[in-house]
């Protein structure tokens, strides 16, 4: 079983930064991608950032030049540091770990959530 346990996020007005992190815990033989998703109320999640295990990264169109997504394999964490943000941020972010886990003689490849964390930009 995979865990993730995200921090970071909170309150702040707009134009601030926050920055959240999320570390991946387990039976972990490899990181495929770790990403960030957000939902906001009435809405589906969509994609914010993510970036794969050789370091690629892409981002949503809405926050491309404003967040940077950047990874440490050897902790399995995923960090997103978010500038000048906006109310239209507002949001419960995500984390999603694509990896590969140790399964008997084998192995599995899947996909794992954290459990949200609120993010709140006030105007």
């Known amino acids: 079983q995979v865990h993730l346990v995200e921090s970071g996020g909170g309150l702040v007005q707009a134009g601030g930064s926050l920055s959240l992190s999320c570390a991946a815990s387990?039976?972990?033989?490899?990181?495929?991608?770790m990403g960030w998703y957000r939902q906001a109320p009435g809405k589906q999640r969509e994609l914010v950032a993510i970036?794969?295990?050789?370091?690629?990264?892409n981002y949503a169109d809405s926050v491309k030049g404003r967040f940077t997504i950047s990874g440490d394999a050897a902790k399995k964490t995923v960090y997103l540091q978010m500038n000048s943000l906006k109310p239209e941020d507002t949001a419960v972010y995500y984390c999603?770990?694509?990896?590969?886990?140790?399964?008997?003689?084998?192995?599995?490849?899947?996909?794992?959530w954290g459990q949200g964390t609120q993010v709140t930009v006030s105007s």
């Open positions: 999603n770990a694509d990896v590969t886990t140790a399964r008997g003689m084998g192995s599995i490849r899947g996909g794992y």
């Open positions: 970036i794969t295990g050789s370091g690629s990264t």
């Open positions: 387990g039976s972990i033989r490899s990181t495929n991608a």
